[in-house]
């Protein structure tokens, strides 16, 4: 457990659906992460969020939506997602260099 | 050329080897280095975390990082079956305000045969 929960674990969604992944940190940390992990790719950065702020966005598609209500939730808004957008995506939250990663939602796009 | 490059492998050892693993990259500005072991259907894993060059121990784990050759290193000792697991190489540098990007590279899968 290290202390950063993604709910759901695993996800199947059509290409016309909308769905939410959820983050919550309990390490009173102040920046959150998104970041999407493909096979044979680097984990990829897309969005990062300081005290509540988005201060990056990494040229991601408007078909994902990151909201941050506060500095220990971040969700991830999905909407008419492609096959090609399935992959495991994890939120991480850090204080300073070091990042804690929780355990990532499988999303399956068909 | 690539921020960040790692061997993908795969890696197969017996138990009881010494494994390196190894990471290259290219930017000068990266000034803090870390080491991520990611288990099957997990989450990464914070495994070994240095700032600029030398070596850190911990037990079995030692990271080393040269930053004139832009080069950092992962020392298994005695690897063990439970040390089977995708290692992930990643570096930022020195961030403003509490976020850091990190730049990964691609992971190294090992396997620690018995």
């Known amino acids: 457990e290290t202390g950063v929960t993604q709910t759901p674990r695993h996800l199947v969604m059509g290409m016309t659906n909308k769905k939410s992944l959820k983050c919550e940190q309990h390490l009173g940390h102040n920046a959150m992460y998104w970041y999407k992990q493909s096979a044979k790719k680097p984990l990829e950065l897309m969005f990062v969020y300081n005290f509540k702020e988005q201060t990056e966005n990494n040229s991601v598609p408007s078909r994902f939506s990151p909201e941050c209500p506060n500095s220990s939730h971040l969700f991830l808004h999905l909407h008419t997602l492609q096959p090609e957008d399935s992959a495991l995506y994890l939120c991480a939250s850090s204080q300073g260099s070091k990042a804690f990663f929780g355990q990532g939602t499988r999303l399956t796009v068909v | 050329q690539k921020e960040v490059e790692q061997d993908p492998g795969p890696l197969s050892v017996p138990e009881g080897a010494i494994v390196s693993l190894n990471c290259t990259y290219s930017n000068s500005a990266f000034q803090y280095f870390m080491w991520y072991r990611q288990y099957s259907r997990k989450g990464p894993e914070l495994l070994m975390y240095?700032?600029?060059?030398g070596n850190k121990e911990d037990g079995r784990f030692t990271a080393q990082v040269d930053k004139s050759s832009k080069y950092i290193s992962l020392f298994i000792r005695d690897s063990q079956p439970s040390d089977s697991a995708t290692y992930l190489c990643?570096?930022?540098?020195?961030?403003?305000?509490?976020?850091?990007?990190?730049?990964f590279g691609k992971g190294t899968l090992l396997t620690v045969n018995p």
């Open positions: 240095t700032y600029s060059s």
């Open positions: 990643a570096m930022s540098e020195e961030g403003g305000g509490s976020n850091y990007k990190l730049t």
